[in-house]
Antibody, heavy 121, light 110 residues
Framework: QLQLQESGPGLVKPSETLSLTCTVS???????????WGWIRQPPGKGLEWIGT???????YYSPSLKSRVTISVDTSKNHFSLKLTSVTAADTAVYYC????????????WGQGTLVTVSS | QSALTQPASVSGSPGQSITISCTGT?????????VSWYQQHPGKTPKLMIY???NRPSGVSDRFSGSKSGNTASLTISGLQAEDEADYYC??????????FGTGTKVTVL
């Protein structure tokens, strides 16, 4: 059973880049053909938002509303994947979850515990 | 790609049944049988309740069931219990290999 854990700064200044890492333990995830690995966020008191995913092939898929600012990448040597979100504003303040999506997003099998990122000067 | 539409809130008395709708388009809910539902209690990580429209993971109560008609998927909770009070989100595969969540529904047990 894989376990996911997010890490990164809890406070980011406006206009800067938000960077988070999701470390996967309990097995190697990067070569799995069954899963997409990605990110979901939830602003305080609001709903869930799908940010994007990366497949083992390296193909990435991003929410159209965030596509111009998002990059998801994988570091297989460290068994982790990462999120970068540029030019952040207060609207990007949220709990960020890393997640494992089975099949064509048929279900989300794995969730990190979530990490709150606040955008403020 | 807009969020799927869910009612903001649904309520019911213990023992009753409630249904939460999730409306999308032919590019997401209506086009694929890849709708899943998640339960989220305050401060907790979402929990998978239904996948592939109607399938229930092991360990999830059979009081939870899913269905779909056209562009609208539904989650029904039968025999409502106090522990079912939570937020519920639908999620769907969309064309071009993207994903989209519903707006979320707060379930209140009266």
């Amino acid at each position: 059973q894989l376990q996911l854990q997010e890490s990164g700064p809890g406070l980011v200044k406006p206009s800067e880049t938000l960077s988070l890492t999701c470390t996967v333990s309990g097995g190697s995830f990067s070569t799995s053909t069954s899963y997409y690995w990605g990110w979901i966020r939830q602003p305080p008191g609001k709903g869930l938002e799908w940010i994007g995913t990366i497949y083992y092939s390296g193909n990435t898929y991003y929410s159209p509303s965030l596509k111009s600012r998002v990059t998801i990448s994988v570091d297989t040597s460290k068994n982790h994947f990462s999120l970068k979100l540029t030019s952040v504003t207060a609207a990007d303040t949220a709990v960020y979850y890393c997640a494992g999506f089975w099949g064509s997003y048929r279900r989300i099998d794995y969730w990190g515990q979530g990490t709150l990122v606040t955008v403020s000067s | 790609q807009s969020a799927l539409t869910q009612p903001a809130s649904v309520s019911g008395s213990p023992g009753q049944s409630i249904t939460i709708s999730c409306t999308g388009t032919s590019s997401d809910v209506g086009g694929y049988n890849y709708v899943s539902w998640y339960q989220q209690h305050p401060g907790k990580t979402p929990k998978l309740m239904i996948y592939d429209v109607t399938n229930r993971p092991s360990g999830v109560s059979d009081r939870f069931s899913g269905s779909k008609s056209g562009n609208t998927a539904s989650l029904t909770i039968s025999g409502l219990q106090a522990e079912d009070e939570a937020d519920y989100y639908c999620f769907s595969y969309t064309s071009n290999n993207l994903g989209v969540f519903g707006t979320g529904t707060k379930v209140t047990v009266l």
